[in-house]
């Protein structure tokens, strides 16, 4: 199975700021990766595919990039609604796999 | 609008069974691959389960995780626009928010998830 590694696992930033989150696979995907949001009691919901391919209505400050192994989503300016947890899954062989997830958090 | 609303979660002992149900809405619901997809309390998301917009259940047809695998068992009915997870032999690890999720597929292939239902807890203790 292809593991998912997510860093940092919590990343404080305050309103406004830019976060950067990562995500590492065990072996190349292509560019076969989504990006989900998840807030407390709610179900996840897509934000990225492909790497860098927007899901319907998520707005543009959300932006998704890498390849191979490394991947990244940037948030360049962390709006009060954003504060969540963020999990990666490879689209690329199965089984499906996710990561850890990372929490953005008020700073 | 699509809709995914789970039912059937619930408390179990140890090596009871429990069927879950997901009703879907708004959608072509047999042109879809469906999915199962569990969180654990406090932990991240695992893939559960896959089935094509057929539901058959020969492989290709149906994936499981290693899991779960010899255990579950998934189905749906195309005609009722109902997707079902039989879980048999339960154990204290299978504790967990039970997702039901919409796959997006490319060329055939079942890639990711773009609508999930609001789950439905399961918990197996004695």
């Known amino acids: 199975d292809i593991v998912m590694t997510q860093s940092p696992a919590t990343l404080s930033v305050s309103p406004g700021e830019r976060a950067t989150l990562s995500c590492r696979t065990s072996q190349s995907v292509s560019s076969d990766l989504a990006w989900y949001q998840q807030k407390p009691g709610q179900a996840p919901r897509l934000l990225m595919y492909g790497a860098s391919t927007r899901a319907t209505g998520i707005p543009a400050r959300f932006s998704g990039g890498g390849s191979g192994t490394e991947f990244t989503l940037t948030i360049s300016s962390l709006q009060s609604e954003d504060f969540a947890v963020y999990y990666c899954?490879?689209?690329?062989?199965?089984?499906?796999?996710f990561g850890q997830g990372t929490k953005v958090e008020i700073k | 609008e699509v809709q995914l609303l789970e039912s059937g979660g619930g408390l179990v002992q140890p090596g009871g069974s429990l069927r879950l149900s997901c009703a879907a809405s708004?959608?072509?619901?047999?042109?879809?691959?469906m999915s199962w997809v569990r969180q654990a309390p406090g932990k991240g998301l695992e893939w559960v389960s896959a089935?094509?917009?057929?539901?058959?259940?020969?492989?290709?047809?149906?994936y499981y995780a290693d899991s779960v695998k010899g255990r579950f068992t998934i189905s749906r009915d195309n005609s009722k626009n109902t997707l079902d997870l039989q879980m048999n032999s339960l154990r204290a690890e299978d504790t967990a928010v039970y997702y039901c999720?919409?796959?997006?597929?490319?060329?055939?292939?079942?890639?990711?998830?773009?609508?999930w239902g609001q789950g439905t807890l399961v918990t197996v203790s004695s």
């Open positions: 899954q490879q689209h690329n062989k199965w089984p499906r796999t």
């Open positions: 708004g959608f072509t619901f047999s042109s879809y691959a």
């Open positions: 999720a919409k796959f997006v597929a490319v060329a055939g292939t079942w890639l990711y998830f773009d609508s």
């Open positions: 089935i094509s917009g057929s539901g058959g259940t020969t492989y290709g047809n149906t």
